[in-house]
Structure formats: structure tokens, C-alpha cells
């Protein structure tokens, strides 16, 4: 039986200190190999590159007006603007792009602050504000953090499933944004 076959309701287990949810998925359903690789995926919302990044970030106060006018522009977009190219090459982007490369099995990373909007990233996002979707409310709970582990999807760009894994990023043990980990599967599998 394939992953993706094994879709079922949402469970939550204790990781740490921050529960994990497995949106779609029970949790004797997700892949064992995924399982093991949680705790260093939470870790990774510790990387004090990301945590300044974050901080900064959330230090503008950006209105969510101005998130959202953003994000309908980034979404109308069909290239690379100006804006997208330095959330891909900024310091965190490229301390991203680090982790990313760091396992085979990791592909497409962002950085959220504590509205959801993109701090950081790998490749383009298909839009600039997360907050509205479960990946960053789950993960972030409005400061609370959590592991929010999502359904597998097909991705087109990777031709493979990946699961996305968000993680809060942490200060001071409090959540102020979130990261969210494509993993793939089939790479994650071949890892072990």
C-alpha cells in the first residue's frame, strides 16, 4: 500500500515540548522513516540564522493589509520579481538553502514570520502569505508552536510525493514564525 493510500484522519503526538499533528494521516500511518527524522526537523526551527531572521522580521511590523496586497500581487505574478529573487538570496535563504542541500531528501524550504508572511526561501512559493493555510497556523498556534505534518502531494517541480513538515521557529521557547520542510518520500525511504 502506497503512502498516499494511507490518508486517514488527523492525530496529534507529543514531540518534545510542541505536540505534532498529521493532517490526513494517522499517526501509525506515517512513514517510520519520517517519524525518525522529527526531532532534527524541529531542531531546525532553532537555527539561530532563521530566529534573527524571523525577529527582524516580525520587528517591522508589517501590516496585514500590506501582507495581503503582496500577496495578490506575488500570486498574479508569473516570473521572478525583484522582490521574490532577495526572499531567495538573502542570508537566510541562504542558510535554507544549506539545509536543503545538507539531505537528499529535502526539497523546497520557507521561512515564515509570525503573520505567515515569507521571510526566506528556496524556490518561489506560489504565494507570499501562509497564514491563512494549516501548515503555518498549525505550526505557529499563535505562539504556542507546534509539528504540523502535512498530507502527501504529488509535487510537479520534484515528480515525486512529498510530505510538507512545518516546525515552529522558536525564541525564548515561544514560537515567532514557522518553517515549513518539503520532505520527499521516496528519498527520505532510500536514506534509510
Known amino acids: 500500500m502506497t503512502i498516499v493510500n494511507k490518508l486517514l484522519k488527523t492525530s496529534a503526538v507529543i514531540l518534545g515540548s510542541f505536540v505534532v499533528s498529521y493532517a490526513g494521516l494517522a499517526v501509525a500511518e506515517v512513514p517510520a522513516a519520517l517519524n525518525k527524522q ?3 526537523l524541529q531542531k531546525l526551527g532553532e537555527n539561530p540564522v532563521l530566529v534573527a531572521a524571523v ?9 496585514l493589509a500590506d501582507i495581503k496586497k503582496r500577496d495578490a500581487e506575488w500570486m498574479a505574478k508569473t516570473g521572478v520579481d525583484d522582490g521574490m529573487k532577495a526572499l531567495m538570496e538573502n542570508e537566510p535563504a541562504k542558510e535554507l538553502a544549506k539545509i536543503e542541500g545538507s539531505q537528499p531528501f529535502y526539497f523546497e524550504l520557507f521561512l515564515m514570520d509570525n503573520q505567515g508572511a515569507n521571510v526566506a526561501m528556496t524556490n518561489k512559493t506560489s504565494d507570499y502569505w501562509q497564514g491563512d493555510e494549516d501548515k503555518f497556523k498549525s505550526a505557529y ?7 504540523f505534518v502535512a498530507e502527501p502531494e504529488f509535487d510537479d517541480s520534484a515528480k515525486a510525493y512529498l510530505i510538507q513538515v512545518s516546525v515552529p521557529v522558536v525564541d525564548g521557547g515561544k514560537a515567532i514564525g514557522a518553517l515549513t520542510i518539503g520532505v520527499n518520500l521516496d528519498e527520505l525511504e532510500a536514506a534509510q
Open 141 to 147: 498556534k499563535d505562539g504556542a508552536g507546534a509539528v
Open 38 to 40: 522529527l526531532p532534527e
Open 55 to 63: 525577529k527582524a522580521q516580525n520587528a517591522k511590523g508589517t501590516s
